[in-house]
């Protein structure tokens, strides 16, 4: 037994005397046994400039992490409804009553976004005087003796087809702008609409198309004057064309027949989104500045999906509904709200998104009367309740507050008081009243009923009925919306 722990210390003794081995970090570090000075100055710099990218690895990687936890924390919400349900509008709504700063500093940007709207629909107005035009060109009777009484003829002239030609230069400056913003694959005869992709960077060509040109003495700094003059202003800049065709765009559109031609054809262009003629004499000057309502009836179609960060600058601007100290003071809370792309092709987007949103704003219209333009076969109302029976069974939003906006009652009046009736377009309905309040209600329920068996749990039903170009009822609701949304928030972080 002794003779065994001799032999044990005696081995231990002879390992504790052998030389330590380096590990594999030192062999490679280990400068070589003939380094010159200039050979060690140099590898110390490699090994210091190592150092250096290191430190900056980790402190980037500290600071996503930072940032990944803050934006955990704050409030998500999902803008969710078809193409031209007023997504983009509701945002507006939201960034107007919320966060006025950020608003007003993108003035200059829907500048040039309402000019193109009003130029828009310009063009659809000489899409139409040009058919008529032509129809009344091939029926026009070779002789008297052909003259058919079946026929009438336009009571379009030569002086509506000269204004048409004076128009023309805008539609190739508007076509020279729209590719700019949505270069790839452009086709203005596929993409009518101004449309632009998220991430894309339209911003900056829509400022550098405000800006003043760096050539000319004129300055744009704030308190100058935006320029008057061609030599000072970009070349992209379309306010000095669409200010000298005031008066031509005013005279087509108040002129007796082209108004007759629109209703022989049945174009309502008042009720198109981004509908800007009625107020030319206001528009096309060279001093336009865009009120907060032109800039929330904008329209603008975006691809892919946008996300817009707020802080929060105005507290509660209506009663609280006694929900505490907590829930008042939310002034510098972080928000992000995601515009997505309501257009068939873009749907399967949506769901990475759905993971930690605490409320999705559901916008669907009441157009009961209307079609997708992707797919005239399908009925605008029906596609909307469709997808609301999609957010509302999915198992990702289980724990999400969903607020439906039945939106654009201002169209939905006006189509009703024109006699449309809704038992035409939506069997179910019978022979119920054919007036705002009997149809809103209807469909009110008809959604409601969706929500509450398709939802995985029970969850409360909030609905609101919007015209998001009324800006002040909108922003009014939205005070309500962003107080249940911030309530359901706290409770999820147990801070109420």
Known sequence: MAATKYRSRASLEKISLKPPQDDAWSLIFRPPPDETAEERMARIQRQQEAQRISREIDESLQESKKLFDKKKKAIKVLLLGQAESGKSTMLRNFQLAFSPTYFHA???????????????????????????????????????????????????????????????????????????????????????????????????????????????????????????????????DPTLVLAASRDDIMSLWEDAAIKDVLKKRGVRLEDTAGFFLNDTARIATVDYVPTEADIVRARLRTFGVEEHRFMMENGTHGPTGGL???????VGSEWYVYDVGGSRNMRPQWVSYFDDVQAIIFLAPLAFNQVLDEDRQVNRLEDSIFLWKEVCSNPLLARANIILFLNKMDILETTLAAGIRVAEYVPSYGDAPNDVASVTKYFREKFRAYHKRLSPKPRTFFCHETSAIDTKATQAVLVGVREGILRHHLEKLNVI
């Not at 505490?324 to 939310?330: E, K, R, V």
Request: with cysteine.
């Open 324 to 330: 505490g100290s907590a829930l008042t003071s939310n």
């Open 106 to 236: 993108e003035a200059a940007i829907w500048r040039t976004i309402i000019q193109l709207n009003l130029i828009g629909s310009v063009k659809k107005l000489l899409a139409v005087i040009e058919d008529e035009l032509e129809f009344a060109g091939s029926r026009s009777p070779r002789s008297p003796s052909t003259t058919s009484l079946s026929s009438p003829r336009s009571t379009l002239s030569d002086h509506h087809r000269r204004i048409r030609l004076r128009l023309l230069p805008l539609l190739s400056m508007e076509t020279n702008l729209t590719r700019q913003l949505l270069p790839e694959h452009y086709d203005p005869s596929r993409s009518p609409e101004i449309c632009v992709r998220a991430g894309s960077g339209w911003k900056s060509v829509l400022e550098r198309v405000t800006e003043a040109n760096p050539l000319s003495t004129h300055t744009n700094r704030p308190g100058h004057p935006r320029p008057t003059n061609s030599e000072a202003r970009n070349k992209d």
